[in-house]
């Protein structure tokens, strides 16, 4: 049983910056060979993926959307997974989701886009800009 808790987000001003925190927790949970990644869903519409990182000094895959604004870094010391937001944009408005696979588990790169291969999700912390 893996436990992941967001933090971080608020309500800013477009253009500005947040950074969001997920802190993971379990007992047989080995963060450092699970992939991790940032979803996100903005009212009525559907989750979309954010970012992701394979692993501990593996590869981050981003959307387009966030694609140089956006960076996806962890912490293995701290059990942690970041994303720093920058250039925020009214469109980035939505409840952001931290989601963790497998530990061990690979994938070819499409699948790290996609909801199913992550085991575990975090309650959401919502992110506002303002424009």
């Known amino acids: 049983q893996v436990q992941l808790v967001e933090s971080g987000g608020g309500l800013v001003q477009a253009g500005e910056s947040l950074r969001l925190s997920c802190a993971a927790s379990?007992?047989?949970?080995?963060?450092?060979?699970?992939?991790m990644g940032w979803f996100r869903q903005a009212p009525g519409k559907e989750r979309e993926f954010v970012a992701a990182?394979?692993?501990?000094?593996?590869?981050?895959y981003y959307a387009d959307s966030v694609n140089g604004r956006f960076t996806i870094s962890r912490s293995s010391a701290k059990n942690t997974v970041y994303l720093q937001m920058n250039s925020l944009k009214p469109e980035d408005t939505a409840v952001y989701y931290c989601?963790?696979?497998?530990?061990?588990?690979?994938?070819?790169?499409?699948?790290?886009?996609?909801?199913?291969?992550?085991?575990?999700w975090g309650q959401g912390t919502q992110v506002i800009v303002s424009s």
């Open positions: 989601a963790a696979g497998r530990p061990g588990a690979y994938y070819s790169a499409s699948h790290y886009y996609t909801p199913r291969i992550y085991d575990s």
């Open positions: 379990g007992r047989t949970f080995t963060f450092s060979r699970a992939a």
């Open positions: 990182h394979t692993n501990s000094g593996g590869s981050t």
